[in-house]
């Protein structure tokens, strides 16, 4: 079992609606959960950090971690072209300071 | 302006050559990374390095290498051994240990595209 797994989709959505985007792990020892944002052909840009289980919330991204059933969720509202992207998840804990990525779900929003 | 620059930005290497790419960082973060991004894999980890001095394999390092004599610097050479160079390369940095506690939160740079002929 791969230690982080994501749908790559791809994922296409009219503008303004709800998405949801989702990654499912195996390793308990994992406490720091990440949300990348890639553009193409751009290095990735940290969109949500959390630590544990619990929400966040970002203006419209949401993020939300369940440790019980080990799955990280991204949610956007009011999605926008501009959110057209790759978005990655990312997980990390211990003493080193490495993340396991997913794989990235290709999002696109159409006008 | 603090953050991560990589150069070049395109790169052409002839079969048989080492090349070097270029990371350099000014948000004096301790622990640096080098990633190769293929298309439909995903970001798989090369090197990496924690502190100054000191680095350790990641992943897939088999034909690289790299050094980390300068706590904002971290090159990452591919050689002849690397058999498929052909990709897009991305450095990131992350705080390391600071007030107790792992900030492993990784900012990465624009990347560098190496394509071999």
């Known amino acids: 079992q791969k230690e982080v797994e994501q749908d790559p989709g791809p994922l296409s959505v009219p503008e303004g609606a709800i998405v949801s985007l989702n990654c499912t792990y195996s390793?308990?020892?994992?406490?720091?959960f990440m949300w990348y944002r890639q553009y193409s052909r751009k290095g990735p840009e940290l969109l949500m950090y959390?630590?544990?289980?619990g929400n966040k919330e970002d203006g419209r991204f949401t993020a939300q971690v369940d440790k019980s059933s080990k799955y990280i969720s991204l949610f956007i509202r009011d999605s926008q072209p501009s959110d057209s992207a790759t978005y990655l998840c990312?997980?990390?804990?211990?003493?080193?300071?490495?993340?396991?990525f997913g794989k990235g779900t290709l999002l696109t929003v159409n006008p | 302006d603090g953050g991560i620059t990589q150069s070049p930005k395109y790169l052409f290497r002839k079969e048989g050559q080492n090349v070097t790419l270029s990371c350099e960082q000014n948000?004096?973060?301790?622990?640096m990374y080098w990633y190769r991004q293929d298309p439909g894999q995903g970001l798989r980890l090369i090197y990496y390095s924690q502190i100054v001095n000191d680095f350790q394999k990641g992943d897939i390092a088999e034909g690289y290498s790299v050094s980390r004599e300068k706590k904002e610097s971290f090159p990452l050479t591919v050689t002849s051994a690397q058999k498929n160079p052909t990709a897009f390369y991305l450095c990131?940095?992350?705080?390391?240990?600071?007030?107790?506690?792992?900030?492993?939160?990784?900012?990465f740079g624009p990347g560098t595209r190496l394509t071999v002929l």
């Open positions: 990312a997980t990390g804990g211990g003493s080193n300071y490495k993340l396991t």
């Open positions: 948000l004096n973060h301790d622990a």
């Open positions: 990131a940095s992350s705080m390391g240990l600071a007030g107790g506690r792992i900030y492993n939160e990784q900012f």
């Open positions: 390793n308990s020892a994992f406490q720091y």
């Open positions: 959390t630590y544990s289980s």
